[in-house]
């Protein structure tokens, strides 16, 4: 974590890419039983609570844990393409990742959870676009998104 005159990135202040992995791995656990979102993530494949943590873990900034590993921005839209995805799912996916984010102690003070929240809305947005028909996929070699603190511009410490 930075010092008292630096600022974290969001995966430092998380407490590292470990609190992602914990994160997707309770919300991907709980997924299979939810009737809205079951039916969406049936035949997931098993790695994929670990790579949506990598993914995450990365666009906050920290390591290479998706990139590094044959992942690329293009690949995660990819994965979306074509599954019709809807309003109903997204929002039920991001009110379980709420949830979610309290069950697995991430830091709940209101810069990260703005942060993390105005990501999420971004991310699952782009989600169901991309998951439309139509949707044109990045270019190869098209950068990962960065994200970081917003207007607060960082964590308060008082
Ligand atoms: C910020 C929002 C999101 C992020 C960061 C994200 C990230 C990812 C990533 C990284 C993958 C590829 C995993 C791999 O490489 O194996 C993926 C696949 C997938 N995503 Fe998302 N996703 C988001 C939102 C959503 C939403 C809202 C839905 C549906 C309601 C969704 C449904 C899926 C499905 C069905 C797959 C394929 C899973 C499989 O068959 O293995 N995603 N997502």
Do not use: C, K
Request: without cysteine; hydrophobic residues 40%.
């Amino acid at each position: 974590m930075g010092s008292a005159d630096t600022i974290p990135t969001l995966v430092e202040w998380a407490g590292g890419t470990e609190a992602f992995g914990r994160l997707t791995a309770l919300f991907y656990a709980r997924v299979p039983e939810d009737p809205i979102l079951g039916p969406v993530f049936a035949g997931m494949d098993p790695h994929h609570a670990a790579h949506v943590a990598a993914f995450i873990a990365e666009v906050f900034g920290g390591p290479t844990g998706y990139t590094g590993n044959g992942g690329s921005h293009r690949a995660m839209i990819v994965r979306h393409m074509g599954r019709h995805l809807t309003e109903t799912q997204r929002r039920r996916w991001i009110d379980m990742m709420l949830d979610t984010l309290d069950e697995a102690g991430l830091p709940s003070d209101p810069e990260f959870r703005a942060a993390v929240v105005g990501y999420l809305e971004w991310g699952t947005r782009l989600a169901v676009i991309n998951s439309a028909d139509g949707a044109v996929p990045p270019p190869e070699g098209a950068p990962m998104p960065g994200w970081n603190w917003g207007p607060p511009g960082g964590p308060y410490r008082g």
